[in-house]
């Protein structure tokens, strides 16, 4: 991803995340980025079949190997699995989880919405 800077940079780790170290940038397709902004290109190109330790998988997050932890606590990220006597993550339950995750937003949203345009409508007959 080819980024325009004001100011600051972007860095990219071996990784594939890309995080703001400076002020707001645009890339080419537009999508401006600020300080703190993590982009995550590796998930997009993680493969079903990949075996991802916590280590890894903290690395695709810009986050720390306790987050991992808590993060799957809260259900942000699916349970692992041990092997080797370590927690692994297979690429293709990562990416089901969170988009899981994204569908379930999405239909909560859509839900707000319709009550919000019901009441709207019921306090707009009186």
């Not at 999508?31 to 590796?42: N, P, S």
């Not at 799957?72 to 080797?84: S, Y």
Request: glycine fraction near 14%; charged fraction near 35%.
């Amino acid at each position: 991803m080819d980024m325009e800077t004001d100011k600051g940079s972007v860095e990219t780790d071996k990784g594939g995340i890309q995080t703001d170290k400076g002020s707001m940038e645009t890339d080419k397709g537009g999508v401006e980025t600020g300080k703190g902004c993590v982009v995550i290109d590796t998930l997009d190109a993680l493969q079903d079949g990949t075996i991802v330790n916590e280590k890894a998988l903290a690395g695709i997050f810009g986050v720390n190997d306790r987050t991992i932890r808590r993060m799957v606590q809260r259900g942000e990220l699916p349970p692992p699995f041990l092997f080797g006597g370590m927690r692994r993550w297979r690429g293709g339950d990562i990416k089901a989880h969170i988009g899981g995750l994204a569908e379930r937003a999405q239909k909560e949203k859509e839900k707000e919405d319709a009550e919000k345009a019901e009441i709207a409508s019921n306090y707009a007959s009186f």
